[in-house]
């Protein structure tokens, strides 16, 4: 047949037939003369479905065409004409299913669409039609709805399967739901028909992947469930896992038969410790089905006959009898309707009716011993082979044999009721040639009921000994014809519609994309011919599993009539159910389990199908093609040819007595050769077809090549498994004799062998269905493109357990060990051999098992086949040619492996007396290249050295005399000596410890061993093995080392970064006793940011560091954690602590707890630091020297005592100031701490003062020598009481504090003192700094991630300052001190940290004030110069900046001058903003504490003229009459002031001032006064007219009314607080007459009188 040659990327256009080509034929003629039909079509065939004796066809564009006998249009359709089911056009159909007598159609969108009879609700309760049709002509929607969710929801479909009486869906979410009637539904209901879809719960939660209807019983491939617990694996699960190493490579060697006892006929799975008795669980099922009043396996329609006398001679009369005749009750032949036209199927039920009085109750009561699974087996008739329900009996709601063996096979032979063997004599059925009574059907139950409560069934007796017995039985019962509707009389056996052969209907996939192969089948339905698999014949009303079939890999499952089929991956078919016509393809017994089909050598089987007593295979042969195979029944021509004359007597006429009309083994169909390249085939009814491919520039010929290989290698690596391995490996487990290295290479080696063969499973069951649907693949879908990855690494890894296991002499111990394990078996490896390198000895063992790397040679020759099929422009072509180069250079990569191995194994061998061996020899170790041959030696080496150079994969090793030294390519660099003129071809090897150079015998030689080290090198670090230019190759890498040698990292583990032979870069050392270091290197030593870890023996805890280092010391800012609980956060320089710093001291260790924050020098307190002993509750400010205090210095204590003096050698000494909490002070001569000892003044409170010679303790008593002076009554203040109350005349000036502090900020900016350093490379330092932070630091929000990258940018810093760039100098100050990981922002937080730690807690002592407010001021003067080395072009502290403002100078936090042209920067208007919030809690707090006797004062007063109301109260301030407002406004509503009005007036002058406590800097405050000031004003003007200027003597008294009203708490501080910060340049300004106003007024509240 010649076809159109056309580039496979055209094949979408539907003109061209090269594809989707169908072959048709009927199976009842003999092979030799069975000739296919070719059905012509203008567009491709994607799927066929066949029933009984009708079929659809699928065509590309979604077209479904119907052909054979169509009953429900009452229309002949030939297959050469088949007719167009217009309604399903523009729907685009993507699958259709035939049942028995119905059809099914399902679109793209998972709508389905049924039509055909209906009379057993198998089309359901369409759209269009009612629950009465009996047929539904045209293609309805049938729509399956989810009721169990809310609301309820569609489900959509993506495959279906039909049967006789039912219909399957599969769902999207991989659900099955079933309508129709029958047991075969798999639904728990006792009510038929069933209209509209159910779900079948019983599989609910399971993973189904296909299902496939026979007549009359289901079958579902369904994925397994997941191990629940590792141990209670069975096996099989264990090896398809590859998990264990004693299980990996297990098998079963042929199917076990499972005895049916472990199963009852309801589907339940017993257990094994079930008594005799018979429990309730297994009698409730069967009452539960009782009341329904008929079975799950029949029909409203269905109506059962049988004929105990039927034999031969009946056929023959019936075969003379014409269409239509009605058959009395009384008459021998059961009744027969052959002619659906002429005698409908009401005309049959009224006929019974009429019949049979009792009918009805009669067919109740068989239906219910129908749904009890008592299925009948036949008790056979001389001669007669044919199986009766295979034609006849599963038309009927009963079984096929007569009661009495129904309820001799459903019982154990003590069933009181025996067995005849004549079925002449005994119980017979209802619809036998003489007619019996109802009582005698309910004797039947009766003697039932009472065998279950005493006796087993026969279900739980041994599956073979049933299997032999209904065996006889069938050679002794002659075949029954049926009695009801034709449409269900004839036989059937449809094709299963899920065969993954369409896109919408393909087989789910695992989550890497292949097919899983953990799989089980699933079987419910009539089981009379045992096609349900569970070694009985039962029914099931639910689906059960099908025990041998799990673990075989079965990927497809058909059914036919009564027969069924399941297909493996390794190509193999199990067959079970009824084989009257050989179509199980085997003779083995028993048939009700599944059985092997025999199959000729070399025939791997990839595609099946049912029919009605056939069965029809796609294999692959000896050459590319497909082959096809059959068995099942056959006849002569003429029969057949009889028979197709009238087909709608078939089922009753054929007499299939001539054991030569079967086949019993599959045999080749010789006319598919000439076909073309099949894709699939279908089978129904008697009906074959076959879809076929042309090849078109080699496409389908490489495609099936492909698949054909790939099955093939499949089942050859599941022969070596089976054979060799598992044997092997069993022994060796039992019994280890090859070592305990090889034993472990050895069962790692099976563990990749399985895992690799299952992947090549997956893959060729993939393939498989890439077949059936070719013309909707893609060619780029193809596994081996998107799985690239994971082929070539399981390759790599199968590869490297094979060399491993070669390399330590694996394979001579092996040859031995399965010589004495497999020896009966030897031929059978021999095969498995490759035949051109079967050398011998263990040269087998090698080459089989390197045998699966010649496979990616066939991989990348198949994808160049099929790139050439494609334009070079098109992406097929590029994603084939890219998967082609992979896989070749691969293949090329592993053979240069496998002769590695080889090599190193010879290697070994030669070498086998040296010493070394034992230690160098390892399973991953390769030898690359060795100088025995004295190639290389050291150089300067003496006349009688030994030298010897080994070369491996890893490692390069140094052998002299006995002793070897090992180096690690990983940290190996090499580079070429220049050439002297010594002469000498020498190489430099570089390692971490040691560096020595080798000398070359020739330039050849050298050359050689610079190449073989680089790629040695480059391959162990990842690269590609191909070598750099020597010298250059590999400087930085990252790898991993111990330290062997002298010195501090001895014994130590190094992995991180490397350079040129030393540590560099990010990494970890490890050493042996615990102690660690992350962090960064620099040239072989610690450098920059690191994390480490000092153990410490003594304390059984260890030191913690984080920070920086430098040249293998702690240097620069860190956090130490001592394991005796002290943390030290600070400076460090040579690995002491330096600079500035805090240590906080726990109770652990040591007898109080303490917190020093200050200067340190060499690891010692030296400098201005604050010492605040926790315990003793006392706060040290001064200065230390040497760890003690020496200096001026200040002492506060929790009771308020305060000091102030000078230190020496750690204690009080030389002149100082003691004040007491009661304001009593002491200025002397002090010897030890709180001890006077010279001459003093002491000072009372009340102003008596005693002058003297004081010695004693303060807090024991002192004892005076002197003179006792009281002051005269008004007498001013003397100078000695103001001289000895004069605080701060022995403290650290406020300049000289945190001078260590500003000094780690200039060092931050790279400044070696302040001042004193380059701009530029301080700009630099920060944008470093900001940078290094932000990529060490992950977690960072979106908002400091953006701050962050704002300050890595260096602002214009060079140029003058001007308005418009004072502002961006002014916000990325801001910026700056909010973030702690610029200089400033850490300066700004270290401040902070350090005022806190002064003047919070002991330290908030109100004679601190003046200290406090002082280091505010100092911070300011120390900061500016900082922000004027940043930014030069800023003035000097209260410089004008020239420029016209741009803006109102109070934007910018500054004042303007008396001329408005002029902007005056200061220190306090551009950094009190940024540091005063931070410090305004503890400095407020004493401004509180030292006006506490003035608040007090001044806050009685204010509650105490606060209660007038608010005329009153502007009367007695003075207020004139005419600043008094009349009207108040309350809530947008306009009120009279009247006399007892309060809080009415100047409401909102009020309440701005009160805004003042919620401000912090002093311009922020003064700003709130000059806002209440402009309140005032706005208030007051409404009352006057014309132009108004205050007056002080107007704007006092009213001021001083709102200050009253305001009520502030606290106003003495804030006033003392403005006063001592504000600007000095606004002090006689406008903002300065107001503060003076404010000022005046607390005064003048102070001084009111108290009554």
């Known amino acids: 047949m010649e076809c159109r040659e056309e580039r496979p990327a055209d094949e979408q256009a539907p003109t061209p037939l090269e594809r989707g080509l169908l072959h048709i034929w009927q199976s009842v003629g003999s092979c030799a003369q069975v000739c296919p039909e070719r059905v012509f079509l203008s567009r491709p065939v994607l799927q066929t479905a066949l029933g009984e004796h009708h079929g659809l066809l699928l065509t590309q564009g979604g077209l479904v065409y119907s052909f054979g006998e169509l009953l429900w249009r009452d229309l002949s359709v030939p297959v050469s004409d088949p007719v167009l089911e217009a309604s399903l056009l523009g729907r685009m159909v993507v699958r259709v ?443 099931r009303l639910q689906p059960l599993c099908i025990k041998p079939l799990t673990g075989e890999e079965v990927i497809q499952v058909a059914a036919g009539s009564h027969h069924s089929l399941a297909l493996t991956a390794h190509c193999q078919v199990y067959s079970w159910g009824s084989n009257m016509c050989g179509q199980l393809g085997h003779v083995n017994s028993p048939v009700t389990v599944p059985q092997q089909t025999k199959l000729s050598d070399g025939l791997r089987v990839w595609d099946v199908s049912a029919g009605q007593s056939h069965s029809l295979l796609l294999a692959d042969g000896d050459c590319v093609q497909p082959v096809l195979l059959y068995c099942g029944q056959r006849q002569e021509p003429m029969s057949a040819q009889s028979e197709r004359s009238n087909p709608n007597q078939r089922s009753c006429q054929r007499s299939p007595n001539r054991a030569e009309s079967y086949t019993v083994r599959p045999t080749l169909l010789p006319f598919c050769m000439e076909m073309g390249y099949a894709s699939s085939v279908c089978s129904g009814g008697q009906n074959c077809t076959v879809l076929v491919d042309q090849n078109v520039m080699g496409f389908i010929s490489a495609i099936h090549e492909m698949a054909s290989r790939e099955r093939q290698f499949y089942c050859w690596l599941n022969s070596v498994r089976k054979l060799l391995l598992t044997p092997l490996r069993n022994r060796e487990s039992s019994c280890p004799s090859l070592g305990e290295p090889c034993t472990h290479l050895f069962f790692s080696l099976c563990e990749s062998f399985v895992r690799l063969s299952t992947l090549i499973g997956r893959h060729s069951t993939s393939l498989t269905y890439f077949q059936h649907d070719v013309q909707g693949r893609d060619v780029t879908s193809l596994p081996l493109l998107m799985q690239t990855e994971h082929f070539l690494d399981s390759y790599k890894e199968y590869c490297s357990s094979v060399g491993n296991f070669q390399v330590m002499g694996g394979f001579q111990s092996l040859r031995k060990l399965s010589l004495e394990c497999l020896d009966s078996q030897q031929t059978v490896l021999a095969q498995l051999c490759v035949s051109d390198q079967s050398v011998g000895g263990d040269a087998d063992l090698v080459s089989l098992l390197y045998r699966p790397l010649q496979q990616l040679h066939q991989y990348s020759r198949v994808l160049l086949k099929l790139a050439a099929c494609y334009d070079v422009l098109t992406a097929e072509y590029q994603s084939l040619h890219q998967g082609f180069s992979q896989y070749e250079s691969l293949s090329l990569s592993l053979l240069r492996r496998k002769k590695e191995a080889e090599t190193t194994l010879l290697f070994w061998k030669t070498h086998s007396g040296k010493t070394t ?60 000596v220049t050439e002297d003129s010594s002469s000498l071809y020498a190489i430099k090897i570089t390692c971490p410890e040691e560096s020595f150079t080798v000398v070359a015998s020739t330039p050849q030689e050298k050359n050689k061993w610079l190449r073989s080290i680089n790629q040695a090198v480059d391959q162990v670090l990842g690269g590609g093995g191909q070598g750099s230019s020597p010298g250059v190759m590999g400087m930085s890498r990252t790898a991993s080392y111990t330290f062997t040698g002298e010195g501090r990292f001895k014994d130590a583990k190094y992995t991180g970064g490397w350079l040129a032979g030393r540590v560099h870069g990010r990494g970890t050392m490890k050493w042996p006793d615990g102690q660690m270091y992350s962090g960064n290197f620099k040239n072989g030593l610690e450098d920059g940011y690191g994390e480490c870890i000092i153990p410490n023996k003594t304390l059984n805890k260890p030191d913690i560091y984080q920070g920086h280092w430098r040249e293998g010391k702690i240097h620069g800012f860190g956090k130490y954690k001592y394991a005796s609980g002290e943390v030290y956060e600070g400076c460090f320089s040579d690995g002491q602590r330096h600079g500035y710093g805090m240590l906080s001291s726990g109770k652990m260790a040591k007898k109080s707890s303490s917190v020093f924050i200050g200067h340190w020098v060499h690891d010692k307190k030296t400098g201005y630091g604050v010492y605040d002993d926790i315990t003793r509750g006392e706060k040290y400010m001064g200065v230390w020297l040497d760890e003690q205090r020496h200096g001026s210095a200040v002492v506060v204590t929790q009771h308020g005592v305060y000091y102030e003096g000078t230190f020496r050698d750690n204690k009080m000494s030389g ?152 502002d961006n100098i002014r916000r990325y100050l801001i910026k700056a001190c909010e973030t702690p990981l610029h200089p400033l922002g850490w300066l700004v937080e270290t401040l902070v940290t350090v005022y806190r730690m002064t003047y919070v807690g002991v330290g908030s002592n109100c004679r601190l004030l003046r200290q406090a407010v002082q280091e505010v001021q100092a911070y300011l003067t120390h900061f500016y110069c900082i922000v004027r080395f940043l930014f030069p072009g800023l003035p000097d502290d209260g410089g004008i900046i020239p420029d016209p403002p741009a803006s109102p100078a109070g934007r910018h936090n500054s004042d303007t001058a008396e001329q408005a042209s002029v ?70 509503e306009r009120k009279q002031i009247v006399s007892t009005s309060k809080d009415a007036c100047f409401v909102s002058a009020v309440e701005t001032l009160q805004q003042i406590s919620t401000t912090f800097t002093p311009s922020d405050k003064l700003l709130v006064i000059q806002k209440t000031f402009e309140e005032l004003t706005q208030e007051v003007k409404p009352l006057l007219h014309g132009d108004f200027l205050w007056c002080m003597d107007d704007l006092l008294p009213l001021f001083l009314y709102v200050v009253f009203r305001a009520r502030i708490r606290n106003l003495g501080a804030e006033v003392n607080l403005i006063e001592d910060l504000m600007d000095p340049n606004v002090q006689h300004g406008e903002l300065g007459m107001m503060f003076t106003t404010l000022k005046a007024c607390y005064i003048q509240i102070q001084r009111e009188p108290t009554t």
């Open 1215 to 1366: 002149p100082g100031l003691l004040v007491s909490d009661d304001d009593t002070a002491l200025h002397g001569e002090f010897s030890d701490d709180w001890t006077v000892n010279g001459k003093g003044v002491l000072s009372l409170a009340n102003g008596d003062c005693l002058e003297g010679q004081f010695s004693g303790e303060w807090t024991a008593g002192l004892k005076v020598v002197g003179t006792y002076t009281k002051p005269v009554v008004d007498e001013p203040e003397s100078k000695d009481r103001s001289s000895v109350l004069r605080l701060g005349q022995y403290v650290v000036p406020a300049g000289q504090r945190w001078v260590c502090v500003f000094d780690e900020c200039w060092s931050r900016l790279g400044c070696d003192a302040p001042g004193r350093g380059e701009r530029a490379a301080a700009w630099e330092n920060i944008a470093v700094t900001i940078t290094t932070a932000r990529r060490h630091s992950p977690d960072l929000s979106k908002s400091q991630t953006k701050v962050l990258e704002c300050l890595e940018f260096i602002p214009q810093h060079g140029e003058p300052v001007t308005t418009a760039n004072y």
């Open 97 to 539: 299913a035939a049942g028995g007598f119905h059809c099914g159609a399902l679109s793209e969108q998972g709508n389905v669409y049924v039509w055909g009879e209906n009379t057993a609700g198998q089309c359901g309760l369409t759209e269009r039609g009612i629950a009465a049709n009996i047929t539904v002509s045209e293609p309805c929607p049938l729509t399956v709805v989810d009721s169990d969710v809310v609301p309820p929801a569609a489900v959509r479909v993506v495959n279906l399967a039909f049967g006789r009486e039912h219909s399957l869906a599969l769902s999207a979410q991989n659900e099955l739901w079933a309508w129709g009637s029958g047991c075969q539904l798999g639904l728990v209901t006792n009510t038929f028909p069933v209209w509209r879809p159910q779900k079948v719960e019983h599989l609910s939660g399971r993973h189904v992947i296909q299902v496939a209807c026979g007549a009359y019983h289901s079958l579902a491939l369904v994925r397994s469930l997941p191990p629940q617990n590792y141990n209670t694996q069975k096996p099989s699960e264990k090896r398809e896992r590859g998990q264990s190493p004693h299980y990996t490579v297990t098998e079963k060697e042929e199917p076990f038969v499972v005895d049916g006892g472990h199963y009852c006929p309801l589907g339940v799975e017993l257990t094994e410790v079930m008594t005799s008795e018979t429990s309730p669980r297994r009698r409730g099922p069967r009452r539960r089905l009782q009341p329904g009043g008929r079975s799950a396996g029949s029909s409203p329609a269905s109506v059962a006959s049988e004929d105990g006398k039927s034999n031969t001679k009946q056929y023959s009369i019936m075969k003379n009898l014409p269409a239509g005749t009605k058959l009395e009750p009384d008459d021998p032949l059961t009744q027969t309707d052959g002619s659906p036209k002429s005698q409908p199927l009401p005309g049959c039920r009224s006929n019974k009716k009429s019949a049979f009085p009792d009918e009805m109750e009669l067919q109740s009561l068989l239906q219910k011993l129908s749904c009890h699974s008592l299925e009948m087996h036949h008790t056979s008739g001389p001669g007669d082979t044919d199986s009766l329900s295979s034609y006849t009996s599963d038309d009927s709601c009963v079984s096929s044999t007569p009661s009495t063996d129904l309820l001799t096979s459903s019982y154990k032979e003590d069933f009181p009721i025996k067995s005849q063997s004549n079925n002449n004599s005994g119980l017979a059925v209802p619809y036998s040639s003489s007619p019996v009574c109802l009582e005698d059907v309910r004797l039947c139950l009766e003697a039932e009921e009472q065998a279950l409560k005493g006796k087993k069934s026969s279900s739980l007796t041994n599956i073979n000994q049933r299997g032999n017995t209904a065996a006889n039985r069938r050679r002794s019962l002659p075949g029954t014809p049926t009695r009801g509707s034709p449409r269900r009389r004839r036989p059937c056996a449809c094709k299963p519609s899920s065969a993954g052969r369409t896109q919408a209907a393909a087989p789910e996939e695992a989550d890497d994309g292949l097919p899983s192969l953990d799989t089980e089948v699933w079987s419910w339905g009539r089981g009379s011919e045992g096609q349900l698999g569970h070694g009985d014949q039962l029914a």
């Open 1463 to 1532: 902007m005056v920067v200061s220190c306090s208007s551009l950094l009190l903003p940024l540091l005063l919030p931070r410090l305004y809690p503890p400095l407020f707090t004493l401004y509180c504490l030292q006006e506490e006797r003035e608040e007090a004062q001044y806050w009685e007063r204010i509650l105490r003229i606060n209660k007038q109301p608010d005329q009153s109260l502007l009367n007695f301030l003075g207020v004139q009459e005419k600043f008094w407002p009349v009207w108040m406004s309350i809530l947008g």
């Open 917 to 976: 061996q034992e230690v160098l020899r390892l399973p991953q170790r390769r030898v690359v290249c060795e100088s025995s041959n004295r190639s290389l030696t050291l150089q300067n080496a003496g006349r009688f050295s030994n030298h010897w150079f080994m070369l491996f994969n890893d490692v390069l090793v140094h052998t002299q005399f006995s002793t070897h030294h090992v180096y690690p390519l990983t940290c190996l660099w090499v580079k070429p």
